[in-house]
C-alpha cells in the first residue's frame, strides 16, 4: 500500500515474506505466521472489471488459488468458505484479502493478499480448524517458492480474462464449502442454522433457513460461525 501511496506500484508487482507479524485478516482480525512455514504474498493488480465488480474479482482471484492447490494433490478436497477463505479436508488451510484502491470513480488498484500454511507440522490448540498443506498431506514437504509462482500466474491470467465471468461463479460455486449442508451463522447477538445454496455474483449468500424460506445473506452482516 505505501508503494501505491507513492505512486512506485507497478500492476504484477508481487510482494512476498516470510515470516509475519502483523497480518490482516477478515474483519479486524489478525493472521500470524512463523518464519519459513508459510506462504505470504501480496499482488498489485490493476483491474480491468467495472467497479461494481469486486467480489467477482475476489471469485476470479480465488477461484485460481483453490485450481493450483487441487492441482498439486488431486486425493485433496479443496473448497471456498464463502467468501474467501481456502478449505481443504475440512480444515483451514489458507485466505484471501483484496484490499482495493479506489481513486475518484476509477478502481486504480487492488492488493490481492494470500496466506497458506504449508509446512507447519502441526497448529496449535487454539486453532481446531486449521491444517496445513504438510498435515493434510500425512507429511509431504512442499516448495514454497514454486506454489508462490504457480498461484501467482493463475491469479493474473484469471483477473485479466474478462471473458470468464460466468465461468468462474459457476466454478466458484463448484467449490463452495458446505453447499446443500446446514451451517450454524451469527450476527453478533444470536445464532441460527441455515441450508447453503450458492454464492451470487454481487457476493451474497443464498441460503434456506429453517422454515424453508430463501434468505441473502451479506458478509459482515452474517457470519459464518465455527
Keep these: 500500500m505505501g508503494l501505491i501511496d507513492a505512486d512506485t506500484a507497478q500492476p504484477g508487482l508481487t510482494v512476498t515474506a516470510k515470516e509475519q507479524t502483523r497480518g490482516k485478516g477478515q474483519r479486524g482480525r489478525t493472521w500470524i505466521a512463523s518464519q519459513g512455514e508459510s ?5 498489485i493488480i490493476a483491474p480491468l472489471q467495472a467497479i461494481d465488480s469486486q467480489f467477482l474479482f475476489n471469485v476470479m482471484a480465488t477461484v485460481g488459488i483453490a485450481d493450483v492447490l487441487q492441482e498439486l494433490q488431486e486425493g485433496w478436497d479443496v473448497r471456498i468458505k464463502w467468501p474467501n477463505d481456502i478449505i481443504i479436508n475440512d480444515k483451514k488451510a489458507g485466505g484471501v484479502l483484496i484490499e482495493n484502491v479506489i481513486r475518484g470513480s476509477n478502481w486504480a488498484y487492488s492488493i490481492v493478499g494470500i496466506g497458506i500454511n504449508v509446512l507447519q507440522p502441526t497448529m496449535p490448540r487454539e486453532l481446531p480448524y486449521a491444517g496445513s498443506l504438510r498435515m493434510l498431506s500425512g507429511g509431504a514437504v512442499f516448495d514454497i517458492q514454486k506454489l508462490t509462482h504457480r498461484l501467482r500466474e493463475r491469479i493474473l491470467t484469471n483477473v485479466y480474462n474478462t471473458t470468464a465471468a460466468d465461468e468462474m461463479v459457476k466454478q466458484y460455486n463448484d467449490y463452495l464449502y458446505r453447499k446443500g449442508l ?12 441455515a441450508r447453503i ?30
Design 182 to 193: 446446514y451451517q450454524q451463522f451469527d450476527n453478533g447477538k444470536i445464532e441460527w442454522s
Design 197 to 226: 445454496e450458492s454464492v451470487k455474483a454481487d457476493g451474497q449468500l443464498v441460503v434456506t433457513d429453517e422454515y424453508g424460506r430463501q434468505q441473502l445473506y451479506t458478509h459482515g452482516v452474517e457470519n459464518w460461525k465455527w
Design 39 to 43: 506462504l505470504l504474498m501480496s499482488i
